[in-house]
RNA sequence: GUGGGUAUAGCUCAGUUGGUUAGAGCGUUGGAUUGUGGCUCCAAAGGCCGUGGGUUCGAGUCCCAUUACCCACCCCA
């Protein structure tokens, strides 16, 4: 039996969808803009090779993967970072760095499904190549918190955790704790405040962890601000210090009430090396909103020149769930500057040269596909959205002019072809 | 992957201890109104009651399986 539904964790746009999409696109394209970002874009389809080489295997059963009819192994991007690299290194010699690049992509996962995760999204891209300096974080998270607000959220509604690999792998290290353990101390912290300090305290005596170093996780868990970091880490960190810059640098630009110090930040695995950020709703009901961190090895991971990079990537869903909580959804109402219908086929002449003249000036225009009743084309017009509706008839035939009515019931005004086609050039 | 819940019109949902021809609101279409939308009134269309089996004289209703969706967990950008 046939199906209507798309495949599983897929989605379909219907017109009211499709506008609150791009409602949300126009936010992050305009944003891009006004930080002087590039958009570029790239193939959905990558080789296997790229997306291993850069992952390794352990994510490759959560990839859509499939081999073509000439035995390439194939698969639908799972993100859109390998493909910048790889474009990137392509042209290594030819560009100039740093650069701002930016791209709004459909990736794929396969995974299972929950509130904010399908199988398919569309996902926001910001990175900067090429740049050492913590500027190059601070642009890039000002730029997504600049987006949200745009969106209409405020730091009441959301936060960015910053957090840092490095301070973090400092702090073990000083604590004595073996690099063996650091992933599992970092699972354990990625769960404060989901379970309890006892079931954390029973994962790490089961990674193996001594009793004296579990009490050490523990102090490490008390760290809530740059002080007793810095306390714990000493002065002269230099991983310290870059955070400490970036809060700094996020007052002049604007997102500093934005921002908040939280080592429990770590993004799961993968290439990050130094500061870490997601953005979380305040209400904590929700799964990331973005998410992203400094990558200063990847390029060469993957045979290009070594280059420092920052990058986030920003999902369509959470963001759009977050929204949908607050009420504050994008208004999509449909709308046209004009609706034009006629009466019967001899009117049809007039109407579709008023067409051309409404389309000629840069205005939108619904035009009637067959002749219909006033009661009917005028119901049309009205949800159509439309802002003015012209009826041509008979009448309008004979006299030359017709008259142009503003849906909101404001006065409406006649004219000829000829004026009409003046007018809409005009100021008005 | 584990546990729980749900599945009836395009949407949101009723549907009595199992009993005749399965309902409402919204939406859609047509009419009231043969040259003017919204408001109102009338009417129509639209259903394999998720799917497959079972119990029964009889199943939307009970049982089993299966699929899909929702919630939590697990995992994870």
Redesign the pocket.
Same mark, same amino acid.
């Given at each position: /039996?046939t199906t209507f @539904?798309p495949p #599983? %964790?897929m989605r379909d746009f219907y017109p009211e969808d499709f506008r609150a999409r791009d409602a949300l696109f126009s936010a992050w394209r305009e944003t891009a803009r006004l930080h002087g970002f590039e958009e570029y874009d790239a193939p959905v389809v990558e080789t296997m090779e790229l997306l291993e080489r850069k992952a390794g295997e352990e994510?490759s059963d959560q990839i859509y993967t499939f081999v073509d009819k000439s035995d390439r192994r194939l698969a639908l991007r799972?993100?859109l970072t390998p493909s910048l690299a790889r474009m990137i290194i392509a042209r290594q010699g030819a560009l100039s760095f740093p650069l701002k690049w930016s791209a709004i992509g459909q990736?794929f &996962?396969y *995974?299972? /499904?929950? &509130?904010g #995760?399908k199988r398919e999204?569309y996902?926001w891209n910001l990175d900067i190549v090429g740049e050492e300096s913590v500027l190059a974080e601070a642009e890039v998270i000002g730029a997504a918190v600049a987006a949200l607000r745009r969106l209409g959220l405020s730091a009441n509604e959301f936060q960015v955790r910053v957090g840092s690999r490095a301070v973090l792998a400092e702090l073990f290290a000083r604590s004595g704790i073996g690099q063996e353990h650091f992933m599992a101390c970092c !699972?354990a912290l990625d769960?404060r405040g989901?379970?309890s300090d006892d079931e954390v305290a029973r994962l790490l005596e089961e990674e193996g962890l001594a009793t004296r170093d579990i009490e050490r996780v523990f102090e490490l868990l008390a760290i809530t601000t740059l002080d007793q970091a810095a306390a714990a880490v000493g002065a002269d960190s230099a991983a310290l210090a870059q955070i400490r810059e970036l809060f700094s640098l996020a007052g002049p630009l604007g997102f500093a009430p934005f921002l908040t110090f939280d080592l429990a930040v770590i &993004?799961? !695995? %993968?290439y990050y090396t130094g500061i870490v950020f997601e953005a979380f709703d305040t209400a904590g009901k929700l &799964?990331a909103i973005f998410?992203g961190g400094r990558y200063d090895s990847l390029l060469s991971n993957l045979g290009g020149q070594k280059m420092p990079c920052v990058g986030l990537?920003f999902?369509d869903?959470v963001v759009m769930e977050l929204l949908a909580d607050c009420g504050k959804l994008p208004a999509t109402a449909r709308r046209v500057d004009f609706a034009i219908g006629f /009466?019967d086929d001899p009117s049809r002449d007039l109407a579709l040269r008023a067409a051309l003249a409404v389309r000629a000036a840069g205005k939108s225009c619904d035009l009637a596909l067959a002749a219909e $009743?006033?009661? $009917?084309f005028?119901?049309r @017009?009205?949800?159509a959205g439309a802002l003015h509706?012209i009826?041509i008839?008979?009448? *309008?035939v004979q006299s030359g002019t017709f008259?142009i009515?503003p /849906?909101?019931?404001r006065r409406p005004w006649t004219a000829s072809l000829d004026s009409f086609a003046e007018r809409l050039a005009g100021p008005a």
């Open positions: /039996m @539904a #599983r %964790g994510i799972p993100e990736c &996962r *995974e299972r /499904m929950t &509130r #995760r999204h996902q !699972l769960k989901k379970i &993004r799961g !695995l %993968g &799964r998410g990537g999902g869903v /009466m $009743k006033p009661k $009917k005028f119901a @017009a009205d949800r509706a009826y008839g008979p009448d *309008e008259s009515k /849906m909101d019931d």
